[in-house]
């Protein structure tokens, strides 16, 4: 059974900064992807950024510019980075990772106050 565990998260103003982690249990180039994730109250599960095993970002036009996804080889850890936050990003962010099926973290709350 694959374990995701997530770190970082919190309380920050509109316009800070906050980053993410995220340690899998197994070696992070075993998955087809991993990705970040977020849900807000009332809301949908929806996908933040996505990192394909050959390294290839993809994000939701909502954070294009202001987030970064990154993985640490070394520390076998998956990052977002987080920019210019806004109050609409106040969710729990989960991290994600893929391998014939999906594997979720715990997730981590992260809140933006205006």
């Known amino acids: 059974q694959v374990q995701l565990v997530e770190s970082g998260g919190g309380l920050v103003q509109t316009g800070g900064s906050l980053s993410l982690s995220c340690e899998p249990s197994?070696?992070?180039?075993?998955?087809?992807?991993m990705g970040w994730y977020r849900q807000a109250p009332g809301k949908q599960r929806e996908v933040v950024a996505t990192l394909t095993a050959s390294g290839l970002p993809v994000y939701a036009d909502a954070v294009k510019g202001r987030f970064t996804i990154s993985r640490n080889n070394a520390k076998n850890t998956l990052h977002l980075h987080m920019n210019t936050l806004k109050p609409e990003d106040t969710a729990v962010y989960y991290c994600?990772?893929?391998?014939?099926?999906?594997?979720w973290g715990q997730g981590t709350q992260v809140t933006v106050s205006s």
């Open positions: 994600n990772a893929y391998s014939r099926v999906n594997y």
């Open positions: 197994r070696n992070i180039y075993s998955f087809d992807h």
